[in-house]
């Protein structure tokens, strides 16, 4: 069987976007007959993973999740694409780059992009970037949604959800617009997972458990009251299943959360979603056939008005959710030709 290593492991980051992602990505490759060998996580200098070097060594191909990292030349943008020029000068073997976000990067980060024998970018307007540097790219859609989600399971309740967001101080402010409000809190993180199975992990499980357990009755009756950043985690949910199906049920969400976004649009729930760091939000809208109008900045979200999905808008998503699984299933097998060749 050929071998794949994977950059940018972002199942890290315990998000239930990002560890769907990285599972969709192990699970195409196996089926077209490509193991992964090896995986290096998400913000950490891949060139201080010895480990995963030799895993390089080993490999038939190596694979770069983009996601959202490869914007506003940020240092970890031109760490993690670097790994382009080394594959080609010291391996030798093909180099892809998927799923990804390309946004406003200096020449050092471009000139290591056209090493890559293949890019995939999320959105057109990634596209249309690369293609101000003579750099092709084909689009398809986040990986996220190679997991279907059953429409005809969707029960709707009467509650408003909204979510957290990569910036800390906006999540805080929209926690505490649920608490006013009323909405359901939706954090986008998943409980900690137990990724080895060892006598301390289980241990660690069981205490953060137990502590949860302790502490929400009082936070529940509001004898005591406490900060974001520890109540935060008592709104977490365990698995991907849990979190999509929260979203599914609701009338309405506040989204500042790109996945829940896309979890969002295959369960067909309305929205709002705030601007996030890069154009990934208008990016993905745009190629959906979703108006500007449903994306607000933070200060516009108390005061908007909650619409539901137009008949327009329901096709539109509808069409984009179900030609996604091809395209990536296509993109794949573009992927696995590189390795015959």
């Known amino acids: 069987m050929k071998k794949a290593v994977i950059l940018n492991d972002t199942a890290f980051e315990s998000h239930h976007g990002c560890e769907t992602v990285v599972k969709n990505i192990k699970e195409l490759l196996l089926k077209n007959g490509i193991k992964t060998i090896d995986t290096h996580p998400v913000g950490k200098p891949w060139v201080e993973n010895k480990s995963f070097i030799v895993s390089m060594s080993q490999a038939d191909i190596v694979i770069v999740n983009g996601e959202g ?6 240092p970890r943008a031109k ?19 998927i799923n990804s976000t390309c946004q406003e990067n200096n020449s ?12 995939f970018v999320r959105e057109s307007l990634s596209q249309q970037e690369l293609a101000k540097y003579d750099i092709k790219s084909k689009v398809v859609p986040d990986m996220s949604f190679y997991s279907k989600y059953d429409l005809s399971k969707k029960e709707t309740t009467g509650r408003v959800g909204i979510t957290d967001s990569v910036y800390f101080d906006l999540s ?9 409000e009323g909405y359901e809190f939706l954090p986008a993180k998943t409980n900690s997972k137990i990724r080895k199975i060892t006598v301390n992990s289980l241990f660690k499980h069981a205490e953060s458990n137990l502590f949860k357990a302790i502490r929400y009755p009082f936070h529940k009756l509001k004898l005591i009251k406490f900060k974001y950043k520890k109540i935060r985690k008592f709104y977490y949910l365990n698995d991907y299943e849990s979190y999509v199906n929260k979203i599914a049920s609701s ?16 369960t067909l729930t309305p929205f709002l979603a705030l601007k996030s760091n890069s154009h990934k939000i208008e990016g993905i809208l745009s190629d959906v056939g979703i108006d500007k109008s449903r994306i607000v900045s933070e200060p516009e979200v108390a005061s908007s008005t909650f619409k539901e999905l137009t008949s327009e808008e329901e096709s539109n998503i509808l069409k984009y959710i179900n030609e996604a699984p091809r395209k990536i299933e296509g993109m794949f097998k573009e992927i696995n030709s590189l390795i015959d060749k």
């Open 172 to 180: 805080e402010k929209l926690y505490l617009l649920s608490l006013k």
């Open 79 to 97: 760490d993690l694409i670097s790994v382009g020029n080394y594959v080609k000068e010291k391996l030798n073997i093909p180099v892809v780059l």
């Open 69 to 74: 990292t490869l914007h506003h030349s940020q």
């Open 251 to 266: 009338k309405f969400m506040i989204i500042a959360r790109y996945h829940s976004l896309c979890f969002a649009l295959k």
């Open 108 to 119: 050092e980060i471009i000139e290591s992009i056209k090493c890559y024998d293949l890019i």
